[in-house]
């Protein structure tokens, strides 16, 4: 079955630096979700890359993939308060099909002010 | 209002007793899922339905059951609770892209 691997684990920053999260593919990867979620609360989708080499951003969010690699990286800009929680990657199973995804265990963020 | 519901949002049960938590969604969507988040294990898939008459067993189905009443339920039981079921309990759907998630339930079973 396929793991992911997030690293770091965790992640304390001082506000207005540039941090960035990995999740590495045991398998070949298929299509890469990257989630947010506030502690104790539900995920809140960031976005999906599919193709290698592919890089999308959200305000000060990039996410990029690594396809040789098996691997996806989450950089954040100039990090503020509201950045924090836990981040955490999903991968579609083999096929092309993200009918069931797999996490990683999550990388905690803090954003000291 | 949001896309997808859980109840409870927290509950406490005792060993033994039946318990069942409940999702209901609004986005349409034929794929729902039950997944539980444990410190340090991250999220681990409880069993999953692409439409009403499709169950599927996910990685830790043992000691839970399901079932799909329409295509926006999907409801999630413990037949004899037990307290390492003690978990966050997340709701999903999605029409084969990105799964959304429901607030979730935090259970603790005493």
């Known amino acids: 079955s396929q793991e992911l691997e997030q690293s770091p684990q965790s992640l304390i920053v001082q506000e207005g630096k540039n941090l960035t999260i990995n999740c590495t593919s045991s398998k070949t990867l298929y299509g890469l979700y990257w989630y947010k979620q506030k502690y104790g609360e539900g995920l809140i989708f960031l976005m999906m890359?599919?193709?290698?080499?592919e890089e999308k951003s959200h305000e000060k969010i990039t996410a990029k993939l690594d396809e040789k690699k098996q691997q996806s990286s989450l950089h954040i800009t100039a990090s503020q308060p509201s950045h924090a929680g836990i981040y955490l990657c999903?991968?579609?199973?083999?096929?092309?099909?993200?009918?069931?995804?797999?996490f990683g265990k999550g990388t905690l963020l803090t954003v000291n002010p | 209002d949001a896309d997808v519901t859980q109840t409870p949002r927290n509950r406490i049960t005792k060993t033994g007793k039946r318990i069942m938590l409940e999702c209901s969604q609004t986005?349409?969507?034929?794929?729902m899922y039950w997944y539980r988040q444990d410190p340090g294990l991250g999220l681990r898939l409880i069993y999953y339905?692409?439409?009403?008459?499709?169950?599927n067993k996910g990685e830790i189905s043992d000691g839970y059951s399901v079932s799909r009443q329409a295509q926006a339920k999907f409801s999630l039981s413990l037949e004899s609770a037990i307290p390492n079921q003690t978990a966050l309990y997340f709701c999903?759907?999605?029409?084969?892209?990105?799964?959304?998630f429901g607030p979730g339930t935090r259970l603790t079973v005493t």
């Open positions: 890359l599919q193709k290698g080499g």
């Open positions: 986005k349409g969507h034929d794929r």
């Open positions: 339905s692409f439409d009403v008459k499709d169950i």
């Open positions: 999903a759907t999605s029409d084969g892209g990105e799964q959304y």
């Open positions: 999903g991968a579609g199973s083999s096929g092309g099909s993200n009918y069931k995804l797999t």
